[in-house]
C-alpha cells in the first residue's frame, strides 16, 4: 500500500513563511488527486488545500485564500503546500491526503472531503506564534 509522509512543519512567527511537503511512496497509484487537511486542537479536521492529477485544478478554503498556494511534482510523488502570512489561527497538525484515480477519471478534479481519501500521512505541526 502507499505510504506518505509529511515534513517540513515547525515554528514560525505570524507573518511569517512555511512550505510541507508529503512524499508518496510504497505501491503508489498510477494516477491520483492529492490534498491538504489541517486539525486544530479541539476543532474538527478540515480541508486546506486539493489539487488534481493533472495539477490544472485546484481548491483553497476561504480562510487560506492568497496565501497557501498547493502544487504537486508527480515525478517525484510529492505535493506541496506553501503558506506565506501566517496567522497564529494557522496552528494545526497538517495532514496530506492521496485519493486513487479510477482509469475512467478525467484527472482533473480536485476533492474536499475526508471520505474521498484514500490514503493518509501522519500529520506535521504547524505553530505560528504570536
Known amino acids: 500500500q502507499v505510504q506518505l509522509v509529511e515534513s517540513g512543519g515547525g515554528l514560525v512567527p505570524a507573518g511569517g513563511s512555511l512550505r510541507v511537503s508529503c512524499a508518496a511512496s510504497g505501491r503508489t497509484p498510477s494516477r491520483y488527486a492529492m490534498g491538504w487537511f489541517r486539525q486544530a486542537p479541539g476543532k474538527e479536521r478540515e480541508s486546506v488545500a486539493a489539487?488534481?492529477?493533472?495539477?490544472?485544478?485546484?481548491y483553497y478554503t476561504n480562510s487560506v485564500k492568497a496565501r497557501f498556494t498547493i502544487s504537486r511534482n508527480n515525478a517525484k510523488r510529492t505535493v506541496y503546500l506553501q503558506m506565506n502570512s501566517l496567522k497564529p489561527e494557522d496552528t494545526a497538525v497538517y495532514y496530506c491526503a492521496l485519493r486513487q484515480l479510477s482509469p475512467f477519471s478525467s484527472g482533473n478534479d480536485y476533492y474536499t472531503k475526508d471520505n474521498d481519501y484514500n490514503a493518509w500521512g501522519q500529520g506535521t505541526q504547524v505553530t505560528v506564534s504570536s
Open positions: 489539487i488534481s492529477w493533472s495539477g490544472d485544478r485546484t
